[in-house]
Each structure stands twice: as structure tokens, then as C-alpha cells.
């Protein structure tokens, strides 16, 4: 026994040595850890006997090439245009170059690590061994220690720096256990959801909310001269052109995103259905693809969920018979307690869609992130109990999500290699579709994003949407029918904001702007210039991105960015939305009782369904599906109805207007279907 200790000692003190005097020239200081959270504490040396399982992260390839990779076969002119990519060839696409492999994996054969103990990713992404302490800390120069969580007592080995050798560093991101400390440790974004938790409710942050009006009137469902006062299916119909469906390709589906407690109630769809699209039977509901415990239906009228009552009833007029395939994502309690992730279950949502995605590195970030994103299994009683689903589900070719927040609200990183995920299932012919919100250019007032919803020093900087920014997905504003107006009038919409008001309108401003994350992507290029060139918005301007490398981890700091210019709204950024869709005093029910609502939460399922009958158009002629949509849309905005009339305030200003031509109140516009679908299926 003594003996034995003294061996230990003896280890300790030569280890010790070796790191201060003795690491080999040919190696270098990989990764250092700067400083210790007090939440964390250094306690022994992990045993030298105690197996680790190590993972080398390799650097992946050709992430800088997704946009062209995307282009190619969405943008109309390419010879490639719809011959959308297989899962296995995005995979070898992005992998990790063949040297980056055969060069990190010579290093690991050469240090004393079998090649047959070494697997490597379903995804490419990264070496993973089992490996004593001994033999890792020989591999990497470096000490490893228990640090234990204050907060949940929970211990992880990990070392503060480690050593590759010069010529492999540039293959490796990084290696685990490494200098990284990974229980959910304290960070900014979780200080301000502490801070959050404090604050007035859901109902001014969650940014897609339904918005609902008292005692509304309900007209007639046949009549098209009351669309200025409620929308029914017959007035969507009437406004773009729509026919009733009669195919249900079995290739195609509507997928709709749920979360947050939205339950839908058959009772409301079938109150819906009987009262105003007799030709869908009662009974019909949306086929269920549950991920990680999530629920599809409520029978308790006081549980009815207004966003997806509001989806499903937008939803079904348009597709029926085509299906609507209902994505419920996440358990019931980790939904009850999203209001304070700002996350939305994104992250969990794309893993069940692509198994890849469960464990991709980009920018620093692999897998989900610990500080954000709920693990599974859920230890909580009645949490999912069941491992994280990794592609449990095939993506359905659309996917309307009226869900989001502010880019302000996550880290860079978090949000870039989300945004990444939406490139490669575009590749693989997926359209996302995602509300731009509705609190205009700002947000509502709240704990993170301020007493005033919006950036800077003065508060008054413009605080832009996130995901819709993400120049891979389609962003949707909202329009209404102007009071007075006749639905067979030339220009019956104008942008949601109505300043004129009216007696049965909710009062809300369409979310629209420029991203501070993403540049202007090509597509959208000549559009942003026309509406800069000649309706220049009269308010100083910044010009300036976050850049990738110095925000890790970090949420931006968008007043920084803007520097002393004093300008309010980015120049150089991605504009949103791209398109609309009416969104203001649709007719629905909800927990049994008629209502008006709207919402870029009601415009997004419209414009999501259009493209799905577009699709089945498509589908039905020996055509695939369009995936991302934008670089078609674009290409041919004369399919889009021009909104030219209202704008979207915040920040104490009437924010941008809607103009001719794109704008960042209502984008391209909203849809013409006969137009629509002559386009799309004169492509290939
Ligand atoms: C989040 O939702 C839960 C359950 O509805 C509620 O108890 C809690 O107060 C909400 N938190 C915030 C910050 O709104
Ligand atoms: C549906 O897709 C599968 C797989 O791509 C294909 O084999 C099948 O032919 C398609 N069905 C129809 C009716 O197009
Ligand atoms: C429409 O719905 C109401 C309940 O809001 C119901 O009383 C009425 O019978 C329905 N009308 C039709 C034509 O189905
Ligand atoms: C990732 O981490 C490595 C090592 O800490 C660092 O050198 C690199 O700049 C980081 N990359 C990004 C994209 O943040
Ligand atoms: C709508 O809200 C804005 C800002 O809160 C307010 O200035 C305006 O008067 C409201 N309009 C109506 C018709 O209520
Ligand atoms: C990071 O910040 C430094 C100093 O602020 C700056 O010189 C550098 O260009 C930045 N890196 C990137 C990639 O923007
Ligand atoms: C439906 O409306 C009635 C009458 O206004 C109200 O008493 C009831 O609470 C409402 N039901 C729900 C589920 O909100
Ligand atoms: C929309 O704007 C045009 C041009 O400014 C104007 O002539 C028209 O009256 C407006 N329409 C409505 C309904 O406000």
C-alpha cells in the first residue's frame, strides 16, 4: 500500500516536470483554458488507470462552399437546379479532408492508440477512442484532474492546456475531455434567462404569440366582401388564386413545428371544418411525428393551443387532401419551461430530422450545446426517459415554423452552426419557412432584449429576428386586407401595421430588417440596392457584421458593432422577410370558441402551404420538390402580389415601409398561385 502511493507521487511529480520542462519541441499548446468559473473546483488527479473516452474533433472542409453548393441546385438558372443531394453525399461533402483523416490518425496510431480502438463518426466529423489517463495525458502532454459543478456536484475530468504537434493542430478543432468544463455552466445567455425568469411573462416574449381580439364578428364563410373584417379560407383562396386540391402525392406532406404547450384540439378543427371547408371530413387531424416525448392534442378546451389551432386550421384549407405532418418537439416539461431557453427546440427538432446534425462541429459548437439545449434522457418525473432521437424522421419536403426570437438573444456560433444545419437539408430539398415576427424592427421590451426591445447604448438600435435571417431559410412578414377593401380590388393588402386603425384589428407591426450576423447573400443582392437606392430609409445607418471569431460562446455585442456611427439599422446585413402572407383577423377556432388572430404566426402556414401544393404540382409531373425557395423567388418576383402600402414600427420610429418592389416590411410580396405554379413547374 505504501508502495503504491509512493508510485503515484512519484508519477504526479515526474508528470508535473514534464509539463513545465519537458514537452517536446514538436508539439505546441493546442487549447489553454484562460480562467476557472468560481462554479467550478480542481480536485485530484484522475487515476492514471481510469479509462477516458476521448474525442478529436477534426476540421471540417468546404463549410465556406455550402452557399454554392445550395445555389447550384436551387438557383433557376443552374443546369443542376432540383437535383438535390443524398444525406451520405452532403456528409462526404463537409467531411473532413482525406489528409485531415490519414494525418491525425497516424498521429494517434504513432502516440500508442491502436487504429482498431480508433471509430470515427457516423458524420465524419470526428476520431472518438476509449483511452487510460496515462495514455491520453502521453498523447497530449497534459494532466487531467477532476473538476467538480458546484451547482450540480457533478465531477468531469478535464486539464487546463494540452499540446498537439504543430503539424497536426491544423487538422483538430479541438479534443474532449479537453480544457472545455462541460455541465451547464454559467453563462451569459443563462444569467439573462435567470434574469428572465423574473420578468412579466410569456405573452410579450414569446415573439409569435397569437394575437387574438375580443368579441369578434363572424361573417358569412361564403362571402369575399367581408375579408377586410375576417379571414376565411374562401377570402385566402380569393386573394391568391388557389383552387381546391384534389391529389395527395405520397411524397409529399405539410410538416408544421410545434412546441411551447401547442396542442391542438380536434374538437376546434372539427368546429373549423363543419363550419367552413365542409369537403374536409370530421375527424381529420395531422399525421404525428413526436420527438423526444412531445404530444400532439389537448382534449381540455383550456389547454387548446392558439398557435397550432391557428397552423393547422391556416394549413388545411390549402393542402387537403395532401397531409399536414405535425412535429411536436420536445417533453412536456422541458415545453412548459421554453419560454426561458429562447431556443425553441430547434436544435432537438433538426437532430431527430438528421442524425448527422447530433453530433456536427462547426464553429466550435458539436452536438447540442450543454448551456442551451435540453439533453435527453429528461431525468425529471415525467420527462422523456428515452435517448436523444438522432434522424427518427424523414423531413417533409416544407416546413413551417412560426416560431423565433431576436439574434441578439444566442451566441453567434450556437446560431451559425444551426443556420449551417438549414444549408444542408436545403441541399437535400427541404424548405423552412419561418415567421419574421411581430414587433417590427424592434422586439417586445423584456428582460434580455431591454426596457425598449431594442440594441445599443440608446436602446434604439433595430434588434432583427432570428432564424429567418439565416440566408438559408425562407422569412414570411404579414399583410392585411386594408379596411375597405375588396379582396378582387388591384391592391387589396397592405403591410399588417395599419395606422389608420380599424375596429376589429389587432394592432401589431410585421418583423422585418437587416440580420448583424449574416452578410446580404447574392440572391437578394440587387433587390436590397433598389430599395436602399430609391427609398433610402431616413435614419443613420452602420455598416458592420459580428464577426465570426471573437464572439465564441459570446452573445454579440451589437452596440459595439455599431460602433459611435450612431446609425440604428444595419447596411450591409441579410434583409428579411423575403415574402409574406396575410396574417390579421384570421377566422379560427380555439378551445371551442370562435376567434380572430393573427400574427406572422398565421402568414407562415399560408405561405408554407402554397409552396406544398406547388410541390405536389411538381410531385405529380415526375418532378422533385423546389427545396430553398429564395434564389427561384427572387429570380422571378413578378409571381409575388407587390404589397405597397404601410410599414413596420419599433424603436421609437415607423420603421422601414413597404415600397415597390422588395422591402423589408413585406418582402417580394405574397403569393399569386396560378403564376406560381406556372413558374415552377416550366422549371426542371
Ligand atoms: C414560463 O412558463 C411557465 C409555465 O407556464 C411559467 O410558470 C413561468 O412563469 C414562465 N416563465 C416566464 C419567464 O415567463
Ligand atoms: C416516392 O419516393 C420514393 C423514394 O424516393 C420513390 O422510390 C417513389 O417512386 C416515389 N413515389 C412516387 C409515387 O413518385
Ligand atoms: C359555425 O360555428 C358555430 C360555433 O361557433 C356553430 O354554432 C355553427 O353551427 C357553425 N355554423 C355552421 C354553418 O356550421
Ligand atoms: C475554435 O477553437 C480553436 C481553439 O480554441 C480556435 O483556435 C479557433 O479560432 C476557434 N474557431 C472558431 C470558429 O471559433
Ligand atoms: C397601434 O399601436 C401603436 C404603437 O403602440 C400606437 O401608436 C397606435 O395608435 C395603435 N393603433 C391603433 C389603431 O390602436
Ligand atoms: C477579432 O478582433 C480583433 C481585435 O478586435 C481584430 O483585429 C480581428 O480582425 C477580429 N477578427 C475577426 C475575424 O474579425
Ligand atoms: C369560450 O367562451 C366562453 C364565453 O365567452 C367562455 O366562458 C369560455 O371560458 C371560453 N372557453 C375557453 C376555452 O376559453
Ligand atoms: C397605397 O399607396 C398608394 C400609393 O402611395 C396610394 O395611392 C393608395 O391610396 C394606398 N392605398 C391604401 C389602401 O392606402
Avoid at 480502438?117 to 495525458?137: C, L, M, P, Q, V
Avoid at 381540455?300 to 394549413?315: K, S, T, V
Avoid at 397531409?323 to 421554453?338: C, E, G, K, M, S
Avoid at 375588396?486 to 391592391?491: F, Q, R
Amino acid at each position: 500500500m505504501a508502495n503504491m502511493r509512493f508510485c503515484l507521487l512519484a508519477v504526479v511529480v515526474l508528470l508535473g516536470c514534464v509539463e513545465a520542462l519537458a514537452v517536446p519541441a514538436h508539439v505546441e499548446v493546442h487549447e489553454k483554458r484562460q480562467s476557472l468559473s468560481p462554479r467550478w473546483t480542481k480536485r485530484d488527479r484522475v487515476e492514471s488507470h481510469k479509462v477516458l473516452q476521448m474525442r478529436v474533433g477534426l476540421t471540417q472542409s468546404n463549410l465556406g462552399n455550402g452557399y454554392e453548393h445550395l445555389m447550384d441546385v436551387s438557383n433557376p438558372t443552374s443546369p443542376n437546379f432540383g437535383k438535390h443531394w443524398s444525406p451520405e453525399r452532403v456528409i462526404d461533402a463537409f467531411r473532413p479532408s482525406k489528409q485531415t483523416e490519414d494525418e491525425v490518425k497516424e498521429w494517434l496510431v504513432k502516440s500508442g492508440i491502436p487504429a482498431k480502438r480508433i471509430t470515427h463518426s457516423d458524420n465524419k466529423g470526428w476520431f472518438a477512442f476509449f483511452a487510460t489517463t496515462e495514455e491520453a495525458e502521453n498523447l497530449l502532454h497534459t494532466t487531467y484532474h477532476e473538476y467538480e459543478d458546484s451547482v450540480t456536484g457533478g465531477v468531469m475530468p478535464a486539464c487546463e492546456e494540452y499540446h498537439i504537434p504543430k503539424d497536426i493542430r491544423k487538422h483538430i478543432d479541438y479534443v474532449t475531455p479537453g480544457i472545455k468544463l462541460l455541465a451547464p455552466v454559467e453563462s451569459h445567455a443563462s444569467k439573462k434567462r435567470d434574469a428572465a425568469l423574473a420578468s412579466e411573462g410569456l405573452a410579450k416574449r414569446n415573439l409569435h404569440g397569437v394575437l387574438k381580439v375580443e368579441n369578434p364578428p363572424y361573417t358569412d364563410p361564403n362571402d369575399l366582401d367581408t375579408c377586410d373584417v375576417a379571414i376565411t379560407p374562401a377570402c385566402v383562396a380569393a386573394l391568391y388564386n388557389i383552387p381546391l386540391s384534389i391529389s395527395s402525392h405520397p411524397n409529399n406532406s405539410l410538416g408544421i413545428f410545434e412546441s411551447e404547450l401547442q396542442f391542438y384540439t380536434q374538437q376546434d378543427l372539427d368546429l373549423f371544418f363543419d363550419n367552413y371547408t365542409q369537403y374536409i371530413p370530421q375527424g381529420t387531424h395531422p399525421v404525428p411525428a413526436n420527438i423526444d416525448g412531445g404530444q400532439q392534442s389537448t382534449e381540455d378546451p383550456f389547454e387548446a393551443g392558439g398557435e397550432a389551432n391557428l397552423d393547422i386550421q391556416l394549413a388545411y384549407p390549402i393542402v387537403y387532401p395532401q397531409t399536414i405532418t405535425l412535429y411536436q418537439v420536445d417533453d412536456f416539461i422541458v415545453q412548459a419551461n421554453q419560454n426561458d431557453t429562447y431556443t425553441f427546440g430547434f436544435n432537438t427538432f433538426l437532430d431527430a430530422l438528421d442524425g448527422s446534425y447530433c453530433s456536427f462541429s462547426a464553429y466550435n459548437e458539436t452536438g447540442n450545446d450543454p448551456t442551451l439545449d435540453q439533453a435527453y434522457p429528461d431525468p425529471e418525473i415525467g420527462g422523456w426517459a428515452g435517448s436523444l432521437m438522432c434522424g427518427t424522421y424523414k423531413p417533409t419536403n416544407v416546413i413551417s415554423l412560426s416560431y423565433g426570437g431576436q439574434e441578439s438573444d444566442l451566441p453567434i456560433t450556437y446560431q451559425k452552426r444551426q443556420c449551417l444545419e438549414y444549408m444542408k437539408l436545403g441541399l437535400q430539398g427541404v424548405s423552412f419557412l419561418f415567421a419574421s415576427g411581430d414587433a417590427g424592427v424592434g422586439n417586445y421590451p423584456d428582460n434580455i432584449d431591454g426596457p425598449t426591445g431594442c440594441l445599443g447604448p440608446n436602446l434604439d438600435i433595430f434588434n432583427p429576428t432570428w432564424p429567418g435571417t439565416c440566408p438559408y431559410v425562407t422569412s414570411v412578414g404579414a399583410t392585411k386586407v386594408y379596411p375597405g377593401s375588396k379582396v378582387t380590388d388591384p391592391h387589396p393588402e397592405s403591410a399588417v401595421y395599419d395606422p389608420a386603425g380599424h375596429p376589429y384589428s389587432v394592432n401589431y407591426s410585421s418583423g422585418g430588417g437587416f440580420s448583424n450576423i449574416y452578410p446580404i447573400p447574392e440572391y437578394q443582392a440587387s433587390f436590397v440596392k433598389d430599395f436602399f437606392d430609391k427609398h433610402n430609409p431616413p435614419y443613420t445607418s452602420y455598416s458592420a457584421l459580428s464577426p465570426d471569431l471573437n464572439v465564441t460562446g459570446a452573445l454579440p455585442d451589437i452596440g459595439a458593432l455599431a460602433g459611435t456611427s450612431g446609425g440604428i439599422y444595419n447596411r450591409i446585413g441579410r434583409g428579411i422577410p423575403d415574402v409574406s402572407a396575410n396574417g390579421d383577423n384570421i377566422a379560427m377556432y380555439n378551445g371551442g370558441n370562435f376567434t380572430l388572430s393573427g400574427g406572422t404566426s398565421a402568414s407562415t402556414p399560408i405561405f408554407s402551404a402554397v409552396v406544398t401544393r406547388i410541390n405536389e404540382e411538381r410531385l405529380n409531373v415526375g418532378k422533385g420538390p423546389i427545396g430553398f425557395l429564395n434564389p427561384s423567388l427572387y429570380a422571378n418576383p413578378g409571381m409575388l402580389n407587390d404589397i405597397i402600402n404601410g410599414t413596420n414600427p419599433g424603436c421609437g420610429t415607423v420603421g422601414f415601409s413597404a415600397v415597390e418592389g422588395w422591402d423589408p416590411v413585406t418582402g417580394l410580396g405574397t403569393p399569386n398561385f396560378p403564376k406560381m405554379k406556372e413558374y415552377y413547374l416550366s422549371l426542371p
